[in-house]
């Protein structure tokens, strides 16, 4: 079946820090490929995506690329910052049904 | 445009009730998606609502079910409710096309905490 693996979290970092959090996945067929953030008592947000190999989904400093030969899709951010904290899904798409991974947990300290 | 709404925010539910939950997509959605998050199981996704055909459907037993109205909007219920089933379960809608790539959209969600 569908699968995708996170880092293990999780992540502390200091403001302006380089973030990156790794993300992995196996599927049958060309997966979408996306990641969500999610602040606390809320719902899912869209960070950004990307639907075919090679291309580079970016958003508010932060970018991913679909990396077909490695089956990866590493979050990356230049320079964090203390409102980046939160929770971040990597997650991909078949068929309309959305597979997630654990979740990272990263708090940015000033 | 508005987004993903979903009623009601919380709820408590006693073991044995049944809870009827609601959401309302983005204007022009034609697919409504459910997802319960859970600490120690994550995200999984529940069913899919696409057109008022459930088009397709996760491992949860029959207890979970949906249905969607021809505005789009849609109710998930769950019966005989278990305190595993505490959680906090995800609406998420996308486009009119209903294609397999499309964007997912999610509401606030809705905390149910079975007592």
């Known amino acids: 079946g569908n699968s995708v693996t996170q880092m293990e979290g999780p992540v502390t970092l200091s403001e302006e820090a380089f973030l990156t959090i790794n993300c992995t996945y196996t599927?049958?067929?060309?997966?979408?490929l996306f990641w969500y953030v999610q602040y606390p008592g809320e719902g899912l947000q869209l960070l950004l995506k990307a639907t075919k190999a090679d291309d580079k989904g970016s958003n508010k400093g932060f970018e991913a690329t679909y990396r077909k030969e490695t089956t990866s899709f590493h979050l990356e951010k230049g320079s964090v910052q203390v409102s980046d904290s939160a929770v971040y899904f990597c997650a991909l798409t078949l068929y309309g049904k959305l597979t997630f991974g654990q979740g990272t947990i990263l708090t940015v300290h000033p | 445009k508005a987004g993903v709404t979903q009623t009601p925010r919380y709820l408590i539910k006693t073991r044995g009730q049944q809870v009827t939950l609601s959401c309302s997509p983005i204007s022009g959605h034609r697919s409504v998606s459910w997802y319960q998050q859970t600490p120690g199981q994550g995200l999984q996704f529940l069913f899919e609502?696409?057109?008022?055909?459930?088009?397709n459907k996760g491992n949860f037993p029959g207890r979970f079910s949906g249905r969607q109205f021809s505005n789009s909007r849609s109710e998930m219920n769950v019966s005989t409710l278990e305190l595993g089933d505490s959680a906090l379960y995800l609406c998420a809608s996308s486009g009119n096309r209903g294609g397999p790539e499309e964007t997912q959209y999610f509401g606030p969600g809705t905390r149910l905490l079975v007592l």
């Open positions: 599927a049958t067929g060309y997966p979408s």
């Open positions: 609502y696409f057109s008022e055909t459930q088009r």
